[in-house]
């Protein structure tokens, strides 16, 4: 299996998992992943996610969603 590979599928992992902490249920999260989203530029946060600088924008979002920022 490839670095990257790895790499990329150990980030959407964590996102996944900061994304079930942070909504109430796992559909809530799974929609907030896969839908577009005005602050990406309608892409998704997953579609985001697909680059390191993107993956660090999603993780921003998700930390400001919980704690009471922007998103």
């Known amino acids: 299996m490839?670095?990257?590979w790895t790499t990329s599928q150990r980030l959407l992992e964590e996102l996944?998992?900061?994304a079930a902490d942070t909504f109430e249920t796992?559909?809530?999260a799974a929609g907030w992943?896969?839908?577009p989203h005005p602050?990406?530029?309608k892409k998704t946060p997953l579609e985001m996610a697909q680059t390191?600088?993107?993956a660090k924008t999603?993780?921003?979002m998700l930390i400001g969603?919980?704690?009471g920022g922007v998103a």
């Open 33 to 35: 992943l896969r839908g």
């Open 52 to 54: 390191e600088a993107g």
């Open 65 to 67: 969603l919980k704690f």
């Open 16 to 18: 996944e998992r900061m």
């Open 26 to 28: 796992s559909e809530d």
């Open 2 to 4: 490839p670095v990257h």
């Open 39 to 41: 602050l990406l530029d």
């Open 58 to 60: 999603v993780r921003s």
